[in-house]
């Protein structure tokens, strides 16, 4: 395999991540780079996505129970989880400016870094009826 396939792999397993505000799976990314190149294995993928994340132009969360997923935004934002649907949602900046100036004012020191994930039901998944059981 020469350079120049290996870095178009990559590039195509780049600009899906930067085109997609669904922080993609490893799975959802090759099964889109196969339509582009057919012979290209899973594990490809992994390493372009490995190198991707190494050089900070992505950002890998492996908050949920389920596979890892990539985000193109590699800067300190926060998520929401939806418990039905298993989406994962950006929440808007202002939610993170409010808790960081809160923070700032009432940590012990500096605060390095942190984290926030929420959990609950999107409002897509609410519209939906719930499925009733059958008897
Ligand atoms: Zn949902
Ligand atoms: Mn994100």
Redesign the pocket.
Known sequence: MNATKNSKKRDAVRAFIMNSSTHPTADEIYSHVKTEFPKVSLGTVYRNLNQLEEAGEIKRLSFTDGPDHYDRDTSIHYHYI?R??G?IYDMPSGVKEAIVNAVKSGAPGTVESHDLVFYG??S??LKKPEIKDKV
Do not use: G, I, P, T
């Open positions: 939806c039905k649907c989406r039901v999107c897509e998944c």
